[in-house]
């Protein structure tokens, strides 16, 4: 018998993304017009039911083949976040600075007892309460774009999110490595420590911010040159971090703040890089779908709602107490507390690093972890629009 080509049917990488897309734009579509959810929402569902999880249509090869789209969505949206924290404009608004530092260490000692109670030994408790720090930059700056999001309430929520990721990431590099050294990882392992980590990642951003200005001083006005040059040199850096043993996040996190703060930075302007790489945005959010594990939540669904609510319910609490001295009105400081909701992007790949670390607890810890992302990543984008529409901060059309 002949043997033809469809009979032994498999999807390659390059199918796997466009199912992604094509999917993802109808999921987010019929979220967003029909059952007035976010977009986002209706990717990660796509994703979910499409994923391992469920209907099994994307495997996991196929989803760690489209890992290079994910981490360069990732690392966009790390870039911008950092382009968004102006240091002139902080110095003279020290008080959301000193606000966001304190919130953070807050939220990172309430869940750190939560997580210490609820059994979890110190190292697993201080790397999730870490994580638990921050919020997510690509959730929060892709509703601020879908909804069009101007105001008080944005410009703090931007700045708040992207000092806030900065904050995590260091805490989590110290968590890290007194994790590793007190489990006593051999010698080969030495470069995870937190001087690595910290100082590695942001000499890698600092000097790709310092390459950035100079390249871009270089080109002069050619646009289109000055996108694809941002483009190469995130997709750099993302790179050489990982083959370093860095942090690719905080690298991006610090390329953002150089091109946005160093001199001859201003001139690096892209409004529409964001929105043109869409697409990468799509695929991250239904990628991040399929990889959710709802049977995580058989096991660990009190422990997920507890770290959420207490996280959220800090935030409110804290951003309405502090509002009249961040310039805000006691209900834009509530829903600013509400709309820094959305938990971190790389959340996973952070806590996927730390599994030597963690030693025997990583399995316990990365379940843990999955069940608050399952809830987190569904509820998150609506929870951070509501905020945004109540603040009156969205266009007439959301």
Not at 209 to 226: D, E, S
Not at 319 to 347: H, V, Y
Not at 375 to 398: D, F, N, T, V
């Amino acid at each position: 018998m002949p043997n033809f080509p469809w009979q032994n049917i498999a999807l390659n990488p390059l199918a796997a993304f466009g199912i992604l897309l094509t999917l993802g734009v109808m999921g987010g579509h019929i979220a967003n017009r029909i059952a007035r959810l976010p977009a986002m929402t209706g990717y990660v569902l796509i994703g979910l039911i499409i994923g391992p999880a469920s209907l099994h249509i994307l495997n996991e090869d196929l989803l760690r083949a489209a890992d290079l789209f994910v981490n360069l969505a990732l690392g966009l949206a790390l870039f911008e976040s950092g382009r968004r924290v102006d240091l002139r404009w902080l110095r003279a608004e020290r008080t959301l600075l000193l606000s966001t530092l304190t919130y953070c260490l807050l939220v990172f000692a309430a869940l750190y007892t939560l997580l210490v109670f609820a059994g979890l030994d110190w190292q697993t408790s201080t790397t999730m309460a870490a994580i638990g720090m921050a919020s997510s930059p690509i959730v929060i700056l892709e509703m601020m774009r879908e909804g069009r999001a101007e105001g008080q309430v944005s410009d703090r929520l931007a700045t708040a999110t992207a000092l806030s990721s900065l904050l995590s990431l260091l805490v989590f590099a110290i968590a890290l490595g007194s994790a590793h050294l007190f489990r006593q990882q051999p010698s080969a392992d030495s470069l995870l420590t937190p001087a690595w980590l910290i100082l590695g990642s942001s000499l890698l951003g600092l000097l790709a911010g310092v390459l950035a200005i100079a390249l871009n001083h270089w080109l002069g006005h050619q646009r289109q040159h000055r996108t694809v040059l941002l483009f190469g040199l995130i997709t750099l850096l993302v790179g050489l971090a990982v083959m370093l043993g860095t942090l690719p996040s905080l690298a991006l996190l610090v390329f953002g703040l150089a091109t946005r703060n160093l001199r001859g930075g201003e001139s690096i302007s892209e409004p529409d890089l964001l929105t043109g790489s869409h697409f990468f945005f799509v695929a991250f959010f239904v990628a991040a779908g399929a990889w959710l594990q709802p049977q995580a939540l058989a096991s660990h669904w009190p422990l997920a709602i507890a770290y959420l609510l207490l996280r959220t319910g800090i935030a409110m609490l804290f951003w309405l107490a502090l509002a009249p001295a961040n310039c805000l009105t006691r209900r834009r400081g509530l829903w600013l507390g509400l709309a820094l909701n959305p938990l971190s992007g790389g959340s996973a790949m952070l806590l996927s690093m730390g599994s030597l670390a963690l030693g025997a607890q990583a399995n316990n810890a990365a379940a843990c972890l999955m069940a608050v992302l399952v809830i987190s990543e569904l509820a998150g984008p609506w929870l951070c629009r509501l905020a945004l529409q109540q603040a009156g901060e969205l266009s007439k059309e959301h």
